[in-house]
Structures are given as structure tokens and as C-alpha cells.
């Protein structure tokens, strides 16, 4: 899919926020790929299927965010670890002549969060050696805890917040970085009993699951932690963020927290966290920097060390 006049698009509901285009394009412009382009497409579930069988033998691939991740399993076939394992996928990839010949399904969302708490450790940059980097994101992607450089957090004791695709993504990368238990916060613990069986699945002891609107309960889950995960849509952990506003200014927190949302960013989460001594907080886009990563690799059918990481990481620094 070298050739002039490929298309690529991130797909969701909403989409006008998405960074991704800043990204993929980015990395074309510094491809040489003139000829390719990559836009939003505002998508629900129900019209997925209709729009990927329209579409012609243009397309090499698309990105997609809720509430698609799920809901694109059934057409087409899972390739890489983390989709088979969770029957979940951020990335479509078409095969040569479009989607009349397949849909390969790749879930790249674990990759980035581990590269993203390795960059908040310091084990991590966008400009180090395009070499390193894709043995990094290939050991994270194919499960290897035993293939990376280090371990800043193992042992770690996690807290993730949600219960969506993208929790289940962090459940896995958190596993990769040798978390030693992964609890979760939940706007309704009664619909948890999927995230349970991951945990079990990926050999984690079981979650204590503890509700959002049980003040005290859901500060001292907000405390007790090394990692913290927040992979709540925008707007959805500003009561966490006011919770953590009028709590005791004594309260240990973890030393980082990555929250997925980068619209706005700092989210309000994100300032509250740092508050507390110790602290630290990274915005969702720099899991979106390294998840894109394997995606133009993919599309553009390039090795991983060849996608121009320093570029899309300036273009996101500019934005």
C-alpha cells in the first residue's frame, strides 16, 4: 500500500476532539507519502458495518475509539496478542485491494500505556533509537514482561478506573509492567464481573472493585496505589478530581497517574493528582503518540523502526 492516493481514518463517537490525524499525517508527511490521507469519521456502532462494506480498495486501514472497539470483532479476524485476548481492537487493517479482502483486527492500546508509564519512569522517549523503541513496543504488544529493559514498577500495587475496552487494555499493560495487583474504581461495581475474569485470566489476584459515589471507599482506592489508570471519557472523573480537592492534604498518593483523556488536558483529575506530594500525572496523549505507532507501521506496511516517531511526537508538541 505504497502507491499514491491510500486513505486511513479514525472512526468514533465523539471524534472532533481526536488527535489521531495530527499523528497519521505527520508521519506521512515525514514518509514521503504524499498521496495519503486520514480523516474523522463520526461513527456509532450500529453503522460500522455498513460503512466498512462501502468502502473502496482506497482504504488501507482505520483507527477506532468508542464505542467501536468492541463492536468490530465480528468483521474481521483478530491478529496480534492483546485483540485475541481481550476480543478487542483499536485498528483495522485492510488487505491489498481494500476491505472486499479482508480485515485484519490489532489492538495497540496496551503498547501505549506501557510506553507511556515507561516515559513517566524515564525508561521511555519518542527520539531515543528507533530500534530500541520498537523492541520495547513489540515486547509490550506480544506480552513480554520478561522482554523489557527494566521493571520501574514492579511489584507496583495499581488502581484502574473504568470498566470499558480501554480498562481492559490496562489491566494487560499493567501486567506487562509487573504490577503486582491491579484494583479497580468503578461508576457501577455490578457491571465488573468481565474485568474480574481478566484478572484471572492474566494471572492477577482478584480486583477489590470499590464504587465512585463511595466517598470514602473511593479515596482511600485513590491513596493506597502506586499506578494509577484513568480511562474514563472526559468529564466522567471530575468527581474523583473533586473528591481529591477537599480530602486530607496528608493523604499518600501514587507516584503517577496516566489519564487516558487529553481533551481537555490537564484534565481536572490530572491537577488534583498532582497536588498531593509526590505526584505525578501524564495526559492520554502520549498513550495516543505510542499507540499510533504500530498503527502507521501497519497501514503503510513499514517495520516499526521505520515509523518517524520523533516527528509525530513534535507535531503532538506543537499542537
Not at 139 to 153: E, I, N
Not at 186 to 205: I, V
Amino acid at each position: 500500500m505504497n502507491g499514491p492516493d491510500c486513505r486511513c481514518a479514525v472512526l468514533g463517537d465523539p471524534i472532533s476532539h481526536s488527535l489521531s490525524p495530527l499523528l497519521h499525517r505527520s508521519a506521512y508527511a515525514a514518509l514521503g507519502l504524499d498521496g495519503w490521507r486520514y480523516d474523522r469519521v463520526r461513527m456509532d456502532a450500529d453503522g460500522l458495518a455498513d460503512f466498512i462494506h462501502g468502502l473502496d480498495p482506497t482504504w488501507a486501514g482505520l483507527s477506532l475509539t468508542m464505542p467501536l472497539k468492541s463492536a468490530v470483532g465480528p468483521m474481521g479476524d483478530f491478529r496480534d496478542c492483546w485483540s485475541s485476548t481481550l476480543g478487542v481492537a483499536n485498528t483495522a487493517v485492510f488487505a491489498q485491494g481494500g476491505p472486499a479482502n479482508g480485515l485484519s483486527l490489532y489492538n495497540t492500546d496496551v503498547e501505549g500505556i506501557v510506553a507511556a508509564l515507561l516515559e513517566a519512569a524515564d525508561r521511555c522517549r519518542a527520539d531515543e533509537d528507533p530500534d530500541e523503541l520498537a523492541a520495547l513496543l513489540e515486547a509490550a504488544g506480544q506480552g513480554g514482561q520478561d522482554r523489557l529493559p527494566d521493571q520501574p514498577y514492579g511489584g507496583a500495587r495499581a488502581l484502574v478506573i473504568g470498566n470499558g475496552n480501554t480498562a481492559e487494555s490496562a489491566f494487560c499493560a499493567l501486567k506487562v509492567l509487573g504490577a503486582e495487583h491491579v484494583d479497580l474504581l468503578a461508576r457501577n461495581p455490578k457491571h465488573c464481573d468481565h474485568m474480574l475474569d481478566l484478572a484471572s485470566r492474566l494471572g492477577l489476584p482478584e480486583p477489590t472493585v470499590t464504587a465512585m459515589d463511595q466517598a470514602e471507599a473511593a479515596e482511600r482506592a485513590l491513596t493506597k496505589g502506586d499506578i494509577v489508570v484513568s480511562t474514563l471519557p472526559s468529564g466522567a472523573a471530575d468527581p474523583l478530581a473533586d473528591l481529591l480537592n477537599t480530602a486530607d492534604g496528608g493523604s499518600r498518593m501514587g507516584p503517577v497517574l496516566l489519564d487516558v483523556v487529553y481533551d481537555p488536558r490537564p484534565t481536572p483529575l490530572m491537577r488534583a493528582f498532582c497536588r498531593r506530594p509526590g505526584a505525578r500525572a501524564i495526559s492520554g496523549e502520549r498513550m495516543l503518540l505510542y499507540q499510533a505507532v504500530r498503527q502507521v507501521a501497519l497501514m503503510t506496511d513499514r517495520p516499526l523502526a521505520a515509523v518517524p516517531v520523533a516527528a509525530m511526537d513534535q507535531a503532538l508538541r506543537e499542537e
